[in-house]
């Protein structure tokens, strides 16, 4: 993205205000293990003709977030962050923002983190619809083929948009197409006139169905998460460093008790080669544990991966580690198990869950491995890692 004030010509706003009812935190809550904010930011410069991405935010935590991401961050104001407040007052304001510091770009789209699975090859169509003067303002709508119905004041079903004693066949009816809040695209000045979304010569831009999820409530956050891994696909891991629980990563979360006290687990030995191959790649690595045990510094110098143990504070201590090995957590994959994993695996930006693991912890997750923990899950990182620090096919 071009970031000279005279070169931004396609600006991507995205409203992300702190408050939200139906799902609090909303807009940093996670999906395939990235925070939704962050999920539209990508988006965004993944278009390869917008200019400027830009958040418009009222709270600390998503600005923080978004700055990481690689947005701009614009305060908003408190009177256009209530439950009342439009997108457009929010959209309004972040131009006129801009506009004071020189930025005047000719196309805006308007991105809303509440879709997570925005789709960057529509949003680069819509704005060049734009920017061609095919129209001057589209926004993302799924084909539809339903039939649609209303209650009356009865209480009895109506047809809408249709003759409900007419039963065409699909391939003889017309489709509609059904808005889905990823995206909407306008010529900036005819916006700032309209002061609304849709105005002037107004076009769709179709989007694949299973890509028009949008969030207002738990079930859907839910849903949405387990169709990240469908929508996102599965890939290579690119990650600079790891970090892994123990019990229930590194073992079946397991063990035997001799008649002394003494406890003893079960690992993989194909996990070890794993961690093998990522040390002799100058991957860093840490085994991150609460448990007190020493099996688990045992096993940390067999593999010669530094241990800290008997941490109850996770996510503390890791920052703590990162800052002391100059490690990037938005680079780094935690491979975790149980809950006590959620609050470490929030900070990283490869929350990674082993088959097994929690219902809770593989919602947080970016990845879930295939295998289990003990059961070769350390190894199938490792795989995923190294996969990621390869070059593909063709010249570089």
């Known amino acids: 993205m071009h970031t000279d004030r005279s070169s931004v010509d396609v600006v991507a706003i995205v ?25 539209a930011i990508r988006a965004a410069q993944a278009a390869g003709s917008v200019d400027l991405v830009v958040v418009s935010t009222d709270d600390a935590a998503i600005a923080d977030t978004s700055r990481d991401a690689g947005a701009h961050v614009l305060d908003r104001p408190a009177e256009i962050s209530g439950d009342t407040a439009t997108s457009e007052s929010a959209v309004l304001h972040a131009l006129a923002t801009l506009r004071q510091d020189g930025i005047t770009p000719q196309v805006t789209a308007f991105l ?27 926004f993302a709508a799924r084909e539809s083929y339903e039939f649609v119905w209303r209650r009356d004041a009865a209480g009895l079903a109506r047809a809408v948009g249709h003759d409900a004693a007419h039963r065409p066949r699909r391939q003889d009816r017309e489709p509609h197409f059904v808005e ?13 006139t309209a002061g609304h979304r849709f105005f002037g010569r107004t076009r769709v831009v179709e989007v694949p169905e299973v890509t028009a999820v949008e969030i207002d409530d738990p079930e859907q956050l839910r849903f949405a998460s387990a169709l990240a891994r469908v929508v996102d696909g599965a890939g290579p891991i ?13 073992t079946d979360d397991s063990a035997w008790i001799d008649a002394a006290g003494a406890e003893h687990v079960r690992v993989s030995r194909s996990d070890g080669m794993g961690v093998g191959l990522l040390r002799r790649a100058g991957i860093p690595l840490l085994i991150l544990s609460t448990e007190q045990n020493p099996v688990v510094r045992a096993r940390g110098e067999k593999l010669r991966v530094e241990v800290r143990q008997g941490i109850d504070d996770k996510a503390a201590e890791l920052r703590r580690w990162a800052t002391e090995r100059g490690v990037d957590l938005g680079h780094t994959a935690y491979l975790g198990n149980d809950v006590n994993d959620l609050p470490a695996m929030a900070l990283v930006g ?10 809770a912890v593989r919602e947080a997750a970016r ?10 899950a350390v190894r199938e990182l490792a795989d995923l890692v190294l996969a990621g620090r390869r070059p593909g096919p063709g010249p570089h």
């Open 15 to 39: 409203p992300a205000r702190g408050g939200s009812k139906g799902v609090p935190g909303k807009n940093l809550r996670r999906v395939g293990g990235i925070p939704l904010v962050v999920r």
């Open 112 to 138: 809303q983190a509440t879709s997570p699975f925005i789709d960057p090859a529509a949003l680069t169509e819509a704005i060049a619809v734009v920017q061609t003067g095919r129209a001057d303002s589209v």
């Open 180 to 192: 889905t809040g990823a995206f909407y695209v306008f010529d900036t000045d005819g916006f700032r």
């Open 238 to 250: 690119t990650a600079t460093a790891v970090v892994t629980d123990f019990d229930g990563v590194h």
């Open 350 to 359: 490869w929350p990674v869950a082993v088959a097994d693991a929690h219902p």
């Open 367 to 376: 990845v879930a491995l295939q295998r289990a923990g003990g059961d070769g």
